[in-house]
């Protein structure tokens, strides 16, 4: 068995494609920044950094955190700290799941800094809260893809209006041209009457 000196601090961090577009306050560089501070200030043994760069919240399919999980379980961590509960998952359920069993069974204490969640002390209102805060995480992370599908939908559809345009003013200027040529051709045939009328009349006055 690890002492607890040889145990670690796991400091998770996670930023989405979608979590990108916010801002630098979710990225992982101040992630990093956040969670080492956080460690060091509390004294917390062996800080070690577990990413997923470019993962959603939405499922726990992340190689960063299921190599912290396999850490957990094998009884290599003490603590997890994340920079808030949406950090850790955007799936209300199982991420209710993890913090309610899954680091209580391998003793692991959890830390959502900016939400002041600790589960050092589950009575606190903060812990209350978590619950209606990792549902809002899972809806925030609902609404984000139906607004960016609409978004790609509109692009989409904006793209096949525009390939349209684009057929029906490449075929009117075909056809304004045909119709230019087919007028200069008849101008012409016109002339071409009017002097072989001119030619045979001349002909027919100097035979008189």
Known sequence: MLRATEKITALYCR????????????????QKDILLRYAKEHRFPNPTFFVDDGYSGTNYDRPGFQQMLSEIEAGKVVVVLTKDLSRLGRNSSLTGLYINFTFPKYSV???????????IDPNSTDSDMAGIKNWFNEWYSKDTSRKIRAVVLEQIVW???????????????????????????RARNRCGCIKSGWHRLRSESASL
């Open 15 to 30: 930023l989405s494609q979608e979590d990108a577009n916010e801002g630098d306050s979710n990225s992982v560089t101040n």
């Open 109 to 119: 204490r959890y830390i959502a800094i900016n939400d002041h969640f600790d589960t």
């Open 159 to 185: 793209k096949h209006i525009q390939e349209v345009i684009s057929v029906v003013t490449r075929y009117e200027a075909h056809f304004r041209s045909e119709m230019e040529k087919g007028s200069v051709c």
